[in-house]
């Protein structure tokens, strides 16, 4: 049985990446996925923000579509614009990013191995766990769950799962609504609570979907069909794709030198539903942690205090958000629609101080500020 430092359970692009950053300071990986080709049949919209692409090591040749404008659309579409005037987020293939993800880690020396559902995890030595897959056995000081939405590893090493899911579904077409533009529609009669979206992902294709707290498909088809004038009548029902996501951390994220990340640890934007750039940002505090616990003999136990630090804000301010959005009747949203748009001292004020990925500041000043008008006080 080959002996590794760290074995890291899920080649999605948080396992991926996180696998990337340890074997390039010198560890022995292994990376474990039971799918046979990564990056098949992911259910995603791929929005990742411009910031993300700077700070960490990412696949350019993913990159779809660049995207310079947001437009909000109200129930009766009244439309708010957010034009930064650059690009702030790219719209990526999937597949290609979560490959070119893993051909970095390949490239650094991390050992893939595919086709290998890890099923159990024991501890009979008192350095090494071993991995047990239905095809063979690892052994390894450090196993990292990157396991995305499947938490039967996570229940087995005590972490537990989040307490609460959203669903998202979504659907590719072969329509253009713009290059560079995404729509966020707003109402209660396709998105009770929430949103959904039309982006572009590339020249002719557009990713439209919805994020809920409920199931979604009949909602989605309300949305193509009632909002954007698109007939359902032919599509198939597998051409309409829903997965749930995550919304909030799981109890624990680390338990003696077993740790999650990524979406296996409920680091999610709760107010998007969107994990690749949190996912990321635990990556490398993972990774800090493991390195100490490896070379210095440090616990891991202060890795779920440190990305706790970073995220707790933007993940509890989502849900602060999702509760109030609930509330809201289509009115309710036409009257701050009408708001806003009427005065434009808002707009631009809050225009510069909008951050695709942190954006806790921006709501919690919305929610102080707009709260009488949507009678929360
Ligand atoms: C409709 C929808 C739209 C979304 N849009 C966005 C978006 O625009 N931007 C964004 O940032 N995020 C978005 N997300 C979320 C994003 O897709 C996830 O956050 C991201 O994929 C999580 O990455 P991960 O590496 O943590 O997990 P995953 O990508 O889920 O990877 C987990 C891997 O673990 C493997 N695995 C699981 N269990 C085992 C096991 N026991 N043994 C071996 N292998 C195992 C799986 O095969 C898989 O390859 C969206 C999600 C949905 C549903």
Redesign the pocket.
């Known amino acids: 049985m080959t002996k590794y430092d760290i074995v890291i359970?899920?080649?999605?692009?948080?396992?991926s990446y996180t696998a990337y950053l340890l074997a390039d300071k010198g560890f022995d990986v292994c990376l474990?996925?039971?799918?046979t080709e990564?990056g098949k049949d992911?259910?995603?919209?791929?929005?990742?923000g411009k910031e993300a692409f700077k700070r960490f090591d990412l696949p350019t040749k993913s990159i779809l579509s660049r995207i310079d404008s947001a437009t909000f659309l109200s129930p009766t579409k009244t439309k708010l614009e957010y034009k930064p005037e650059e690009v702030f987020a790219y719209i990526v293939d999937r597949e290609k990013f979560d490959r070119g993800i893993l051909k970095s880690a390949q490239r650094v020396g991390v050992d893939l191995h595919l086709k290998?559902?890890?099923t159990a995890i024991e501890k009979k030595s008192s350095r090494y766990y071993t991995i047990i897959t239905s095809k063979r056995k690892y052994k390894t000081r450090i196993i990292v769950l990157?396991?995305?939405?499947?938490y039967?590893?996570n229940k087995k090493a005590g972490l537990g799962k989040p307490s609460h899911f959203l669903y998202?579904?979504?659907i590719e077409l072969p329509i253009s609504f713009s290059k560079s533009n995404i729509e966020i529609h707003i109402g209660t009669g396709f998105a009770p609570g929430s949103f959904g979206w039309v982006i572009p992902a590339g020249a002719n294709t557009s990713r439209i979907?919805i994020l809920l707290n409920r199931k979604t498909k009949p909602w989605l088809k309300k949305m193509l069909e009632h909002r954007l004038n698109i007939s359902v009548a032919k599509l198939r029902d597998e051409e309409l794709k829903t997965?749930p996501?995550a919304f909030g951390p799981v109890k624990r994220s680390v338990k003696n030198n077993i740790l999650a990340v990524?979406?296996?640890a409920g680091q999610?934007k709760t107010t998007t539903?969107?994990?690749?750039?949190f996912?990321l940002i635990c990556s490398e505090i993972a990774v800090e942690k493991i390195t100490d616990t490896l070379r210095d003999g440090a616990s891991l136990s202060d890795y779920e205090t440190t990305w706790h630090s970073v995220l707790a804000s933007e993940i509890d301010i989502g849900m602060v958000m999702r509760k109030i959005a609930a509330k809201l009747s289509d009115e309710d949203l036409e009257n701050l629609f009408r708001f806003v748009k009427k005065n434009r001292f808002w707009v631009n004020f809050l225009m510069p101080r909008i951050n695709f990925d942190y954006q806790s500041n921006v709501i919690y000043f919305c929610i102080k500020s707009f709260g009488s008008l949507l009678k929360l006080e």
């Not at 474990?32 to 799918?35: A, F, I, Q, R, S």
């Not at 539903?273 to 750039?277: A, M, Y």
Request: charged share 15%; with cysteine.
């Open positions: 359970v899920g080649a999605g692009p948080i396992g474990l996925d039971e799918k990564i992911v259910i995603c919209a791929g929005v990742i290998q559902r890890v990157a396991t995305g939405i499947n039967a590893l998202g579904s979504q979907g997965k996501i990524g979406e296996a999610m539903g969107g994990g690749i750039f996912g």
